[in-house]
C-alpha cells in the first residue's frame, strides 16, 4: 500500500508559475512509475504527465509540452510537476498517481491515487 500527498496547488495568474508535490509518506518511490493527473468538475480524469521508475522516460500531454515538466526528487520520496505559462485551462484539482507494474499514460494503469490539490489560473 502506497499513501500520497498532493501540495503546492493555489491561485495563480495568466502565465505565472507553480511546483505541484507529491510526497509518498514514510515511503521512497524508487520503485515506482509516477503521473499527474487532473479533473475539472463534471469532466473525465485526465492525463498530464507520466515519469518512468528510473526517470529516464517522460511523457506529456500534448497542450502542456514545453510548459510543465515532471521530475523525481533526489530524496526518492518526493515527485513534482513545474508549471510554467500557466493558462486558465489548466485550473483543475491535480492529482498524483503511483504504479510499480508498468509505465503508462492512462489513469487506468495506476493503482495508487493522492487525494488532489486544486490549482487555478485566473484570466
Known amino acids: 500500500q502506497v499513501q500520497l500527498v498532493e501540495s503546492g496547488g493555489g491561485l495563480v495568474q495568466a502565465g505565472g508559475s507553480l511546483r505541484l508535490s507529491c510526497a509518498a509518506s514514510?515511503?521512497?518511490?524508487?520503485?515506482?512509475?509516477m503521473g499527474w493527473f487532473r479533473q475539472v468538475s463534471g469532466k473525465a480524469r485526465e492525463f498530464v504527465a507520466a515519469i518512468s521508475v528510473s526517470g529516464c522516460t517522460t511523457s506529456y500531454q500534448d497542450s502542456v509540452k514545453g510548459r510543465f515538466t515532471i521530475s523525481r526528487g533526489y530524496a526518492e520520496i518526493t515527485l513534482y510537476l513545474q508549471m510554467n505559462s500557466l493558462k486558465p485551462e489548466d485550473t483543475a484539482v491535480y492529482y498524483c498517481?503511483?504504479?510499480?507494474?508498468?509505465?503508462?499514460?492512462?489513469?487506468?494503469?495506476?493503482?495508487?491515487w493522492g487525494q488532489g490539490t486544486q490549482v487555478t489560473v485566473s484570466s
Open positions: 498517481a503511483a504504479n510499480r507494474a508498468y509505465f503508462s499514460i492512462t489513469s487506468g494503469g495506476y493503482d495508487y
Open positions: 514514510g515511503r521512497t518511490l524508487r520503485s515506482y512509475n
